[in-house]
């Protein structure tokens, strides 16, 4: 990035800091570093060979994957092409949440879910559930329908069905996603879900003793966001979720493994490596995998410029993974999303300029951009497992 173009955008930053409180201060502060270091790298991102991410991940005993959905793989030949190139995993995005798979109380609907396991052997791809216990997704039918009578019933019922459906066929399940949000009130830090109201804290042991049951074979994963940064709020996050997982392996319950979002922000998310590692090595030591489950870049913030944007976000991916890769319990790094053709983030955080979002390894026409370098050097720099 050049002197001027650093220097203009820094001069913009000043302007908008003279409009909003100390913390949108505290942002822009946080942002101009984030330029500066940019600035600073010495490489543009450069990678030897074009070999696939699913493929330099292997080599180092990694699994690299994406989420997408049975309506795009199915209609988007170039799309689905470019997927089985790039990616030794897939996940569905919504299609074995509540609401789809499970749209009426005795009505299972899995003919998307079985299309894409179809697709994803049919190109040597492995196969990962999400999720089967999540406050958000119920179906509509939930409210009426689900008491502290019936919630247990139901719940077995879900699960056993959905898992059973799948036994054999998934690499792993997000069991329970989303189950902690200190503080609020609760010394244990859970969330006031429909299952913890109706349910108890114990409908995550219950929930994970029935996975394991209707699938043995399957890798049984904890999942949430918010444990990876620098803020009081994440480090509040991770002493719960670690507690949570203490709890879960004092008990006997069969979980195998941590799902960490990595949802990033750029220019608002602080990276503390020493935090982040220890942590890492706090979840290893309970004997439990850790996958990085729903990575991607949020660019809301950050400046127009592409050039400029791209390479702020490129620098996020290479940094954290270089920290999160050098723990050896870290198997699999998973984005949310492969390309900006098809990414939530143009709906829920689209950018107040109306530029496209760019968050992902690939652009909106399929070319690989500097998050994919930055990832490919990641997995190239990576100890082996």
Known sequence: ??????????????????????IVADELSHLSNQIQEISDRKGDFTVIRNT??????????????????????????????????????LVPEGELKWRTIHPSPNYFNFKPGDWMVEFAHAHGMLFRGHTLVWHGSLP?????????????QILL??????????????????VVNEAIHPPHGRTDGLRNTPWLQLLGPNYIDIAFRAAAKADPQALLV???????????????????????????????????????????????TRLDSG????????????????????MDVTDKKLPKD??????????????????????????????WGLSD??????????????????????????????????IGRAFDNAPKR
Request: proline share 3%; charged share 25%; hydrophobic share 45%.
């Open 1 to 22: 990035m050049s002197k001027i173009r650093r220097r203009a955008f820094v001069l913009g930053l000043g302007t908008l800091a003279g409009m909003g409180t100390s």
């Open 52 to 89: 696939p991410l699913r493929k330099r991940a292997t080599a180092k005993g990694l699994i690299y994957g994406a989420t997408s959905q049975h309506r795009i793989l199915s209609s988007d030949k170039k799309f689905a092409a470019r997927f089985a190139q790039e990616c030794a995993i």
């Open 140 to 152: 509509r039918w939930f409210a009426d329908t689900v008491n502290s009578r019936n919630v247990e």
């Open 157 to 174: 019922k879900h699960i056993t069905t959905v898992a059973g459906h799948y036994a054999g066929k998934i690499h792993s399940w997000d």
């Open 222 to 268: 904890y999942n949430d966001f918010g444990l990876d940064g620098a803020a009081y709020q994440d480090e509040l996050r991770r002493t719960a979720v670690l507690k949570l997982l203490e709890r879960l392996k004092s008990v006997g319950t069969p979980v195998h493994a941590l799902g960490i979002q990595a949802h990033w922000w750029g220019g608002v």
């Open 275 to 294: 935090k982040l590692k220890a942590f890492l090595r706090d979840v290893a030591d309970l004997d439990l995998k850790i996958m990085i489950t729903e």
């Open 306 to 335: 592409v050039i400029l944007r791209d390479r702020i976000v490129a620098g996020i991916y290479e940094d954290y993974l270089s920290v999160v890769l050098d723990e050896p319990a870290v198997i699999a790094v998973l984005t």
């Open 341 to 374: 053709r098809y990414t939530w983030l143009s709906k829920y955080q689209p950018r107040k300029d109306r530029a496209p979002v760019r968050p992902l390894p690939l652009d909106a026409q399929l070319n690989r951009k500097l998050a994919w370098n930055a």
